[in-house]
């Protein structure tokens, strides 16, 4: 089947500008998690939803990152007054959640911010 | 919360050698611990996982083996191929009272495999 999609796959936007990052997750996949990957590390946790509720919003750097999934599938995140610091790749996983196998996490192929 | 160590950051070994790559985490309640292999500008792909109640696991020529008393897990890649060439990240995971199982990751270690 079809697994996790990003989109865009890339995108430069200048400082100061909002951001919408999409990840459609694995149908079926209740729990749905945003990463980031900064170059050389590993990723890091920033938000996580089971179904359409933020259960999870600890990683989130600052107000300025926002996420939402309104229906329970696919979801956004949101960043406003992006600043050089955000540049990274943003990685959307999505999970069969509490209901069956809430471990084994899939990832999107990402998107890659750069931020000028 | 929950800390990652991963060593070595790099690894070169010659085909056909084995490889080994260790993990420590630092919260006692940690239950699911996976390995994640990444290609360059590519996702992270699951490759293999272990939960708390099982020692070693073994898939075809990689394994990963779990010491819960002295909290590390280490992988184990046997008969390496120059495609086993990546960069691999172990993870840990304590699931939080708000249902989150999210993954912490260690720093990666950049596999290359020497035809």
């Known amino acids: 089947g079809a697994g996790v999609s990003q989109t865009p796959s890339n995108k430069v936007t200048e400082k100061g500008k909002y951001v919408e990052l999409r990840c459609d997750p694995i149908s079926g996949h209740t729990a749905l998690y945003w990463y980031r990957q900064s170059l050389g590390q590993g990723p890091e946790f920033l938000i996580y939803?089971?179904?359409?509720?933020?259960?999870?919003d600890s990683g989130l750097p600052n107000d300025r990152f926002f996420a939402v999934r309104p229906e329970g599938s696919v979801s956004t995140l949101k960043i406003q007054r992006t600043e050089r610091g955000d540049s990274a790749v943003y990685l959307c996983?999505?999970?069969?959640?509490?209901?069956?196998?809430?471990?084994?996490?899939?990832f999107g192929p990402g998107t890659r911010l750069t931020v000028t | 919360g929950e800390n990652v160590e991963q060593h070595p950051s790099t690894l070169s070994v010659q085909e056909g050698d084995s490889a080994v790559i260790k993990c420590t985490y630092s919260?006692?309640?940690?239950?699911?611990f996976p390995w994640y292999k990444q290609e360059l500008g590519k996702r992270p792909q699951l490759i293999i996982d272990?939960?708390?109640?099982?020692g070693e696991k073994k898939d075809q020529r990689i394994a990963v083996t779990l010491n819960k008393t002295a909290k590390h897990f280490s992988l184990h890649i046997t008969e390496t191929q120059p495609e086993d060439s990546a960069v691999y990240f172990c993870a840990a995971v304590n699931p939080s009272g708000a249902g989150s199982y999210q993954l912490t990751f260690g720093k990666g270690t950049k596999l290359s495999v020497i035809p």
């Open positions: 996983a999505s999970s069969y959640g509490l209901a069956e196998n809430p471990y084994e996490q899939y």
């Open positions: 939803f089971q179904g359409t509720g933020a259960a999870d």
């Open positions: 919260d006692s309640a940690s239950n699911y």
């Open positions: 272990i939960r708390s109640n099982v």
